[in-house]
């Protein structure tokens, strides 16, 4: 009988539940697995957005400097603009005359101008010219009726150079008017009379500034090429 008393005392003594302490303990570590897992899944959260907002960047970087290299390869030359700079700068504006081709329709001429737009870099396209009427009103008039196309955001400032032979990278379009009036006296040369008017510019090197980036980002681009 004593034996079976000692057992059940036992038993009932090894059936009990936790102590005060134990659970305070038990609650502790818990809330500290829940802390640090918390801030590992906070970092990965944002390590992933920081990945995603980087690649979503270099894509718009991509596809706005892709049209400039493609609008810069396909620009008109000095004497196709009608004695004008093909390519000119003026602030915070690039403007580019180029070769349009439109399928079944003889070759035109465009004006696109880069602009800064309430933060955002806008490619407006004049309409194909198909005179030199049209081309002087777009190359000094209003970007008014032409079409714009948002090309990169949270830009707060867009310039460029230009490279002439003989003078080097340069913003002033003195130099570039001064290259144009050389060519156009050097085809009055008899040697050279059935010559080509060379090209004034024949480099454009683009910077961007955006409040993404911690430097400004610089692209060179050959002219006509």
Known sequence: ?????????????????????????????????????????DQIIRGRTAITNAM???????????????????????????????????????????????????????????QI??????????????NAGELRRALHGSDEGWSGVPLMGGVGAISARLYVPRVGWTTQMDDVQSAIIEGVNNLKVPQLGNAPLPRAVTGLEVSIGATSLARPIKRVFLVGE
């Open 1 to 41: 009988m004593k034996t079976t008393a000692r057992c059940e005392r036992r038993r009932r003594f090894g059936a009990r539940g936790f102590t005060l302490i134990e659970l305070l303990v038990a609650i502790a570590i818990l809330a500290v697995i829940a802390v640090l897992s918390w801030r590992g899944l």
């Open 117 to 130: 737009s309430t933060g955002h870099v806008v490619r407006y396209a004049s309409p194909p010219l198909g």
């Open 56 to 114: 979503e960047d270099e894509r718009v970087f991509a596809q706005l400097f892709d049209q400039m290299r493609i609008d810069a390869r396909q620009a008109a030359s000095d004497d196709e603009a009608g004695g004008e700079a093909a390519i000119s700068v003026s602030g915070n504006t690039l403007q580019i005359v180029r070769h349009m081709v439109l399928p079944g329709a003889a070759p035109r001429l465009q004006v696109v101008r880069y």
